[in-house]
């Protein structure tokens, strides 16, 4: 083991005729307590040995016809019996040398088998390398079983004898590892479509856990639970039944996260426990199912970048380079009718779209199992689609090991009264858990209801399948190595996100709460699923044309911040991807289970959720609602009525658009409500943004480096006609070439156009960007779409922000730009005026902080409006060169939009 230490460490241990408590540089082995009889331990090696060949049962007679490699059998194996030899035989017994591997030195299986040394993929590459003929699966278990007969006859002769606590550490651990591998081979087996082993069967008693504890087990017994149909009400069988979204309610609380010093056994990774504070939350009650998770699918999930973070977007489009990406790994679409190569008989209507793969067999894809074989990035990005979010570790473990406090569900005592299960301290037998390859795959999420459920009544959360949580696999604070396998854990911390619970394979001496396992975040090949965690907060959910920074944006970001500061929980969504199917949208809508549903614009957003049933529906009137789409077809007024029925609340921005409306709600039955709310200000606190907030900005910086005393006008639009962002551009190539006539190009102020926004007419667009393509001297110019943060920091950065609309209005960036105290110009058309001149006269002269100065702000306000290019001219000349009158502007601009937030507020 010194020589090992050395190899792959670097590290000087003591020499191996120390005293085993002494050989831990990091004195670990000296704080262990745990001692077991010698019969015990043998009990362990037995079991676990006859776990392994249960994993290659019915294997080793095909070895001769794989078609795929023997590789990740021959390492599994070996890296058990390797880990026996050096880890356990040669620390407890110096002079046992049981035969190495053929042709292969200490240093070259140390290289080959240490898990943290290579990758899987080239670890028999490299063996290939250093032996003629690499050695087959009979040969490597052949050298298992040599090691295994070793360990027996040394604990054998020590007949009736307790170990010491060092010793029986050791063993333990082996016997662990070799619990892991056994997970692992029959991954292995689905990985490479082998056919399955049978269920597991053991003979007499079985060990539960690694304290020398196990029960008696016969097949008749729990011949009832033991069949592969698990027997569940069949009320709850598959979806119908079921709600999208059943969640446990946890309060808040403290939590002793990680293993306490007098515990028995735990790995280093779970030592040096530690308290926690939580914050209340809500945990689905089951794990996301096969039909939940197809109706992600089925809504484009995989397609939706919305939903995915950075990293797992870019996974998903590297796994779709290989193979088109649509759904979990092993998940096979089925045609129109249920049929396709090799496809089962559908018995349900999610078993006639999909099928999945079951080692080398197509199977019906069970509704109500647990989705199984996705990554973290796919369960992440289900969580965002739902309006969720996965559970932290200490979540997950408060929900499996905690109970009400004397049946009062809003507290527990998450510091004594925690459980070593979640049903309690009874042994995890067949009755109340699906561990152990008992079972031939997960069972439904609904099982074990009177046996298996949680404190908190969660369901299934020690095996079936392992449970990833949002928590990247870190050292708990005190974190040190454990002897002898110091790379257990220390080599991928950050690297990995931690899973819970176990699977249907593992077995139970490793499942228990505490256990802290670790995936990478793109593994997709292990049993591994998840549950959701929601804010415990209502929900609203925000339906509008997100991300483009500009009308619709501002107006959702001024919906939302309203409603969080209400405490409730905002969950947006962008209105252009959002289903337009019924029943796609309805299940969107259900997995998100909002107490609300807020739309920003009729047509874009409202129109996809209007359907029979939906939430409180609230549709925030859009500004080419009342103005253009009201009168372009029968058709479309007859949407409008029908979403405008539909709705609980139509809220209007400005009293044209709320008048136009009342035309239309007059004629209904059942007839909404109708409110005018002004429209007001959606800027975040903490402004400003700092000045290297994005490359785009700093172009606005660029241009009055290059120009000392430029001016820049700002337009905040998406390119379409009714925008008429081409009048802007005509004038300021007009005043750009009359400067140069007049002043002389080197001496004149340079006036420029920034234009932020997206395309929404592609034809539109193409004509602008021509357009701008003829500018002299670029002084218009398109610097495309912004983010939110990104757009206000533009409009700090400007001189003026313009609103040239033909025919909408009421534009919220006009009055984010008056909040930040910048100027602006708008056309005078009726929203635009109801904002400046109603608005003033209605909102600042009430207002208790503006008395006896709003008819001086309205006098100012109303002299923004613009209706000619001469008469923008004189107000922008005016608004870029007069300080006297740009601070009146300025302030009248911030009275009215502080006016219009504290009217919103109350």
């Not at 460490?9 to 002494?22: A, D, N, V």
């Not at 070259?108 to 050695?135: I, N, V």
């Not at 002793?256 to 056994?265: I, K, S, V």
């Not at 499942?511 to 415990?536: K, L, M, N, T």
């Amino acid at each position: 083991m010194a020589q090992r230490d050395n190899v792959l460490h670097g590290l000087h241990s003591p020499p191996s005729t120390c005293e085993i408590e002494s050989l831990d540089l990091y004195a670990s082995l000296e704080q262990k307590t745990q001692q077991l009889g010698s019969s015990v331990l043998k009990a362990y090696f037995e079991d676990a040995h006859a776990r392994t060949r249960g994993a290659l049962n019915g294997l080793l007679p095909l070895e001769e016809d794989w078609e795929g490699p023997r590789e990740p059998f021959l390492w599994a194996l070996g890296s058990v019996a390797h880990f026996y030899e050096t880890m356990v035989l040669r620390i407890v017994e110096p002079t046992c040398l049981p035969p190495l591997l053929k042709n292969l030195s200490d240093e070259q299986c140390a290289a080959l088998f240490g898990s943290s040394t290579a990758c899987p993929e080239s670890r028999w590459a490299e063996l290939k390398t250093l032996s003629d003929e690499l050695p087959s699966v009979s040969d490597m278990l052949k050298y298992l079983e040599r090691t295994t007969v070793m360990l027996v006859e040394r604990v054998s002769g020590r007949a009736g004898a307790m170990l010491s606590p060092a010793e029986t550490y050791l063993y333990m651990y082996g016997v662990l590892h070799e619990h892991w591998n056994v997970e692992q081979l029959i991954q292995i087996r689905q990985k490479l479509r082998l056919p399955a082993p049978p269920p597991y069967r053991p003979v007499g008693t079985v060990p539960y856990n690694a304290c020398g504890e196990s029960f008696s087990f016969t097949a008749t017994a729990y011949a009832s639970s033991l069949t592969e149909e698990f027997p569940i009400d069949e009320a709850k069988s598959g979806q119908e039944g079921r709600p999208a979204w059943d969640p446990v309610c946890i309060p808040a609380g403290s939590y002793f996260l990680g293993a306490r010093r007098d515990a028995p056994w735990a790995f280093d990774a779970e030592k040096c426990g530690h308290t926690v504070q939580v914050p209340r939350f809500d945990l689905g009650r089951t794990c996301v199912t096969n039909e939940q998770f197809a109706r992600f699918i089925e809504a484009r999930g995989y397609q939706r970048r919305e939903f995915w973070d950075h990293e797992g977007w870019k996974w998903l489009s590297a796994a779709s380079k290989i193979q088109k990406r649509i759904a979990p790994l092993y998940w096979v679409p089925l045609t129109n009718d249920g049929n396709s190569p090799r496809a089962p008989a559908p018995r349900n209507a999610l078993s006639s779209r999909w099928a999945t793969v079951r080692f080398d067999k197509m199977v019906p894809l069970d509704p109500g199992a647990p989705v199984v074989h996705v990554s973290w990035y796919e369960a992440s990005a289900y969580c965002c689609w739902a309006g969720k979010r996965l559970p932290t570790e200490a979540e997950w473990e408060i929900a499996a090991a905690t109970e009400p406090l004397n049946g009062d569900r809003t507290r527990y005592d998450g510091l004594e009264g925690t459980r070593l299960y979640p049903w309690g301290e009874d042994p995890p037998t067949p009755d109340r858990c699906n561990l152990d390859a008992f079972r031939a795959g997960p069972v439904d999420v609904a099982a074990f209801p009177e046996t298996g459920t949680s404190g908190w009544g969660c369901l299934n959360m020690l095996g079936n399948v392992w449970e990833w949580t949002s928590t990247t696999f870190y050292p708990y604070p005190g974190f040190k190595l454990d002897y002898p396998f110091r790379e257990n854990s220390a080599p991928t911390f950050g690297c990995r996100k931690v899973a819970k619970g176990g699977c249907f394979l593992t077995s139970a001496p490793v499942a228990r709460v505490r256990y802290r396992h670790s995936f990478r975040p793109e593994d997709d090949a292990g049993y591994a699923g998840f549950r959701a965690v929601g804010s415990g907060a209502r929900t609203i959910l925000l339906l509008s044309k997100l991300g483009a920074g500009t009308g619709n944006d501002t107006t959702a970001q001024r919906f939302a911040n309203l409603f969080e500061a209400r405490g409730f929980h905002v969950v947006k969504r962008s209105a252009g991807p959002f289903p337009s199917s019924t029943s796609s949208a309805r299940a969107e809508v259900e997995a998100i289970n909002p107490a609300v549903i807020v739309a920003i614009h009729t047509f874009h957003s409202a129109a996809k959720v209007a359907y029979d049933g939906c939430p409180p529906l609230i549709t925030v009137l859009g500004g080419t609602d009342m103005n253009t789409d009201v009168d372009r077809s029968a058709s479309h007024l007859s949407r409008i009525q029908e979403v405008f029925r539909r709705s609980h609340t139509v809220v209007a921005l400005s009293e044209p658009m709320r008048a136009r409306a009342e035309l239309i709600i007059d004629k209904l039955s059942p007839r909404p409500a109708l409110v005018n709310i002004p429209q007001g200000v959606a800027i975040p606190q903490g402004w400003p943004l700092p000045k290297w907030a994005s490359i785009e900005v700093d172009q606005l910086h660029a241009l009055r480096i290059q120009f000392p005393g430029a001016k820049i006008c700002l337009l905040v639009a998406g390119l379409r006609p009714v925008k008429d962002v081409l009048f802007l551009v005509d004038y300021f190539d007009t005043l750009s070439k009359a400067q140069a006539v007049s002043e002389g190009s080197s001496r004149a102020t340079k006036y420029f156009l920034v234009l932020i926004g997206p395309v929404m007419e592609e034809e539109y667009g193409d004509m602008v960007n021509a357009r701008l393509q003829q500018s002299p001297d670029q002084v218009a110019q398109y610097l495309g779409t912004f983010n939110r943060d990104w757009t206000l920091q533009a409009m700090q950065d400007s001189d003026c922000v313009v609103n040239t609309s033909l025919s909408e209005g009421c534009a919220g960036a006009l009055v984010e730009a008056m909040a930040l105290g910048v100027p602006i110009l708008a056309r005078d058309i009726p929203g635009n005026r109801a904002l400046l001149e109603s608005g003033t006269h209605d909102v600042i002269c009430d207002s208790e902080e503006s008395k006896g100065c709003g008819d001086s702000a309205a006098s100012v306000l109303n002299e923004l409006l613009f209706e000619t290019s001469v008469d923008f001219h004189t107000k922008f000349m005016k608004v870029c060169n007069d300080q006297s009158f740009r601070d009146k502007v300025v302030g009248a601009g911030k009275m009215l939009a502080s006016a219009l937030s504290t009217l919103e507020k109350n």
